[in-house]
């Protein structure tokens, strides 16, 4: 099984920025993708953002040209920059990995979640 863990969410004002990262641990892929999805209050899970094993990347619309998805390797970490925030930004954001990478590639999600972490932005 592989174990995820997110970390960095919290409040920020419209218009600042805040960085998320997740840790995977547990059984290991030889390359696999990993990826952000994201749940607002009354309304279904949404991409977010992927990142494969070499890096290749794919975002949602509604965050285009305002997060950046990054990972290491090394470190089997991933981390989402998201900058000029915005109310509708708010939501818990999930980490997902997906050993396939074709999933996330869909826009879709892997086999595998971390528990979730709360991004509220004030207005």
């Known amino acids: 099984q592989v174990q995820l863990v997110e970390s960095g969410g919290g409040l920020v004002q419209t218009g600042g920025s805040l960085t998320l990262s997740c840790a995977a641990s547990?059984?290991?892929?030889?390359?696999?993708?990993m990826g952000w999805f994201r749940q607002a209050p009354g309304k279904e899970r949404e991409f977010v953002a992927a990142i494969s094993w070499s890096s290749s990347t794919l975002y949602g619309d509604p965050v285009k040209g305002r997060f950046t998805i990054s990972r290491d390797n090394l470190k089997n970490t991933v981390a989402l920059q998201m900058n000029s925030l915005k109310p509708e930004d708010t939501a818990v954001y999930y980490c997902?990995?997906?050993?396939?990478?074709?999933?996330?590639?869909?826009?879709?999600?892997?086999?595998?979640w971390g528990p979730g972490t709360q991004v509220t932005v004030s207005s």
């Open positions: 997902n990995l997906d050993q396939f990478t074709a999933k996330l590639f869909r826009k879709t999600p892997g086999d595998y």
């Open positions: 547990g059984r290991t892929y030889s390359t696999y993708a």
